[in-house]
């Protein structure tokens, strides 16, 4: 099974001078040889470079770590989830540094990602990123729970600005389902988006190139209706042969 990830990321069209959110994906071999793809989502937490600084860096230094990683290490759930989370401990130092150093407020930036090897999957988050898995059915589920304040609206877990020691990054391990599409998001996406009316769609996104068309239209969708932040999605999917006639 041959698994594809289609990504987009659209600035808002307010006064921010820069898209906060950032997206990376990777396909890359373990060393039992499996597949693996791994996918990250992250929305700065700041209307200054200092939030797109976070969510840049944290998206690269993932990507980066996953290929050291897997290269001398097979894909298991606890194990990988242990090393995710000693990662994003990391990350969260390092930009808190970056904020120490450079700026008088935090750097920082929610998270989302997922792993799978197209058999299992581990999805993660911190912070109000979510991960949905959409069904043929016309079932959604979202299947990460926002880390918000007890307001219900300030985010209460992120990347950066936290002490050290303090990052507790949300797990989720279920198998992957080849019928079902994964989405990762920032909420300038699933904010205002009614899965219903786009579920066709969804389903007709079989290869990557047709996900990236997909989510241009979802980004152009939102925002010709008024959502104002950035907008940042990943599908991933198993891909699908055309059927003839």
Same mark, same amino acid.
């Given at each position: 099974?041959?698994?594809?990830? &289609? ?31 791994? =996918?990250?989502? =992250? ?19 993932? $990507? %980066? ?34 904020? %120490? ?29 979510? =991960? ?20 219900? #609206?300030? $985010? ?5 600005? #936290?002490? #050290?020691?303090?990052?507790?990054? &949300? ?32 389903? &007709?996104?079989?290869?990557? #190139? ?16 008024? %959502? ?13 042969? %055309?059927?003839?006639?």
């Amino acid at each position: 099974m041959s698994l594809f990830c &289609s990504g987009v990321s659209a600035q808002c069209e307010t006064m921010k001078h820069i898209n906060q959110d950032d997206f990376g994906f990777v396909r890359l071999l373990d060393n039992q040889q499996s597949e693996i793809t791994a =996918a990250i989502v =992250a929305d700065g937490v700041s209307n200054s470079f200092n939030g797109k600084y976070a969510s840049y860096n944290t998206v690269r230094w993932w $990507i %980066e770590w996953a290929q050291t990683y897997f290269a001398d290490h097979a894909f298991e759930l606890q194990e990988t989830a242990e090393q995710i989370q000693q990662e994003m401990e990391q990350y969260n130092d390092m930009l808190n540094a970056f904020s %120490e150093k450079n700026s008088d407020e935090d750097t920082c930036c929610t998270v989302c990602g997922i792993i799978t090897d197209g058999t299992v999957m581990i999805i993660f988050n911190a912070g109000d990123s979510r =991960a949905y898995e959409i069904q043929p059915s016309g079932k959604i589920r979202c299947l990460t729970q926002d880390d918000v304040g007890e307001d219900g #609206k300030s $985010i209460s877990m992120h990347i950066g600005g #936290k002490n #050290k020691g303090e990052v507790q990054i &949300s797990f989720f391990t279920e198998n992957f389902n080849a019928e079902n599409k994964y989405l990762l998001c920032t909420d300038g996406m699933y904010r205002h988006l009614r899965f219903a009316d786009w579920h066709e769609k969804f389903f &007709s996104a079989n290869n990557r #190139k047709l996900g990236v068309i997909l989510l241009t239209q979802i980004a152009d969708f939102l925002q010709d209706h008024g %959502e104002l932040d950035d907008i940042t999605g990943i599908l991933l999917s198993a891909e699908q042969e %055309e059927q003839d006639g």
